[in-house]
């Protein structure tokens, strides 16, 4: 079989690649219907009717072709419909930070171009079901790979001070079930924080939603969204703190089935008038 594009697959520690292990191959999954594990992994191979297809894009002076350039090409290879594969390719060396440490532009970049991907090609994905894995070729190194220092206490202060500072546009943004819980996390200790995984999936799919219905305000509202996805980083160390990256690894993929659950939930959003709040 001809395959003309290959993503990688790394062998990372368990808190390495939160965006990716949270959000990004999550929607991937459940939206697009692909099990593409590492979809922003910096490391492609691709035909070159697929790069001809990538320059003829008028992307190139936009941030989708800074941070959002991985999840660009990730998108346009399974929307247009060519053979897909993984290679494993080891353990991942690089230099792994804390997530509790400042994102930066990239947070915003990543999520803004998958939310406008998946606007664009919103015709390819609305009627698709559950997912399928695609092929994957090479070894799976069954090594521990080096740990990262993560600051738990930092993560949960971002997401208090975000709920402190935000809860009045969380509210009006949010689902009541969203928001009560939200509230009911703000008021948890380091130790016992959780924010429930239906929770963060009902967050993420309504604020695609949002992004959807929005016609300003964009990139605020993926700001928004910052405070949350560390909220969701310190519930996800506090449940997998005594497990290995491998056994971490059954958590994704349990977080990545409950996403596929609720995609009809995220089409009653979509599909939703929305209004924009003043920011």
Known sequence: KKYEFVAPVYTRYKYDGTITNNIVYNIIRAVYGKRIRQPIGGDFTFSKRLAQLYLDKPVWSTDIARFGIDIFMTVNAIVSHVEVCQANLGVKIHDAKDPAQSLGPMFVQVIGTLFRLMEHYEPYWKNIEGSKPVPTFGDIDIIEPEAIEVNLQRLVDEFKTGFIQF?????????????????????MDVESFNMPVEIWVKIVYELAAIYHTWQINKVRLINLMVPLYFGRIASFINETISMNSFEAEEVVEQQAQVFEHYKPYLMEKWQATGKNIEL
């Open 167 to 187: 809860n009045a546009l969380y509210r009006e943004m949010f689902s009541n079930q969203v928001f009560t819980s939200l509230k009911d996390s703000a008021h």
